[in-house]
């Protein structure tokens, strides 16, 4: 009967476990993502754009004087994809903090509703998604999806 107790115990101990091991799976695919290349014109021996100069151009561009250039369906795709970051960040935090659940739950449906403003974007400019943009996907969704259970006590629940 102890070792049916025991067997039970491990099982509930593994399974805790497995959100949190592919929340970490999800963190560092996303963060290998930047190294690699994100985007690639059609000719397939173009020049490619690694990862982190794609997330930092998209986020700074659409504010500098030479987004004129844009139309504006580019710049809406261009200044939505650059907000998928920040607000991808900013959803595992605030699950953190039990009383900002409702709230995590709203970054994580903007961060999987601003995608596809990229593909509009890669669209308009002829370029084609690499393996960078299909890990930097797969590894938010393991995140916003395995996020741990933990909460931080805000100063008025002590």
Not at 51 to 72: I, K
Request: proline share 6%; glycine share 6%; aromatic share 14%.
């Amino acid at each position: 009967m102890s070792s049916t107790t025991y067997i039970g115990r491990e099982r509930a101990s593994h399974e805790s476990s497995m959100p949190r091991k592919l929340f970490f799976a999800g963190v560092a695919i996303y963060l290998a993502s930047f190294l690699l290349p994100a985007v690639g014109d059609n000719i397939p021996t173009s020049h490619q754009i690694p990862g982190y100069y794609g997330a930092w151009f998209s986020l700074t561009y659409p504010w500098g004087r030479d987004s004129e250039s844009l139309l504006a369906n580019q710049h809406l795709s261009l200044l939505d994809g650059g907000w998928i970051n920040p607000a991808f960040l900013a959803a595992p935090v605030l699950q953190l903090y039990r009383h900002r659940a409702v709230l995590a739950l709203a970054f994580r449906f903007v961060t999987i509703a601003l995608i596809p403003s990229c593909w509009l974007f890669f669209y308009y400019q002829r370029m084609r998604p690499r393996e960078s943009c299909i890990l930097w996907i797969i590894g938010m969704l393991r995140v916003l999806f395995n996020t741990p259970s933990l909460t931080l006590r805000s100063s008025r629940d002590a």
